[in-house]
């Protein structure tokens, strides 16, 4: 089965393989550089979950895959401060979206402060942590859980839980 990532980024697309390896279906990843359509830093639930649809939904136009996947990294603000955010959405060829969310923490206040203010997590976690392409590797949560749960592994457990759900869809 052909299927394609609305992303290039790699802990994305290493949760996507092996998530769909797991449960041994036979698929072949394609990574694709697609819009989100919401804004760079989503700024709380809705708007993540709607960026991981948006890709999942343009990776199905013009490309003859089976199924699109989006994975979006968000924040969103809570009474205890401000928290880390993943969704993702699967979709099949002609049919709703499949959604479900991933593992969130809350982010130090000084980090929190820079994002109210317009930055974005990536490049201020970059800095934070004197590291290059933290959210290639092992993310904010890989950082502030001193290594215990990595981006990649944080994008697995939402995956099982898109590729669950459409299993159970099928029977
Ligand atoms: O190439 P894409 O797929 O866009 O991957 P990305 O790393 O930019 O990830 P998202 O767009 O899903 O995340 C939205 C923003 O939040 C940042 N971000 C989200 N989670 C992160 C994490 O765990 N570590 C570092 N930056 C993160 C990310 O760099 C973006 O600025
Ligand atoms: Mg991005």
């Known amino acids: 089965m052909k299927i394609a990532v609305g992303s290039t980024n790699p ?3 290493k949760a996507v393989e092996t998530g769909f390896k797991l ?3 036979n698929v072949s990843v394609i990574p ?3 819009p989100s359509d919401v804004s760079e830093q989503p700024f709380s639930d809705e708007e993540t979950i709607k960026g991981a649809i948006n890709r999942a939904e343009n990776c199905l136009k013009g490309l003859d895959v089976q199924i699109g996947i989006g994975l979006e990294g968000g924040v969103t603000e809570t009474p205890f401060g401000l928290c880390v955010c993943n969704w993702g959405a699967l979709i099949e060829k002609g049919q709703p979206p499949i959604i479900g969310g991933g593992a969130r923490f809350l982010l130090p206040e000084e980090i929190a402060v820079r994002l109210r203010n317009g930055e974005e997590l990536g490049p201020v976690m970059d800095d934070f942590s004197q ?3 933290v ?3 092992e993310g904010a ?3 502030f859980t ?3 749960v990595t981006r990649d592994e944080m994008f697995l457990h939402v995956m099982k839980i898109l590729i669950g759900q459409y299993e159970y869809g099928k029977i």
């Open 11 to 13: 802990a994305k697309i």
């Open 23 to 25: 449960r041994e279906i």
């Open 32 to 34: 694709l550089k697609v």
């Open 131 to 133: 590291k290059k392409n």
């Open 135 to 137: 959210r290639k590797k």
């Open 141 to 143: 949560i890989g950082i």
């Open 146 to 148: 001193n290594g215990n």
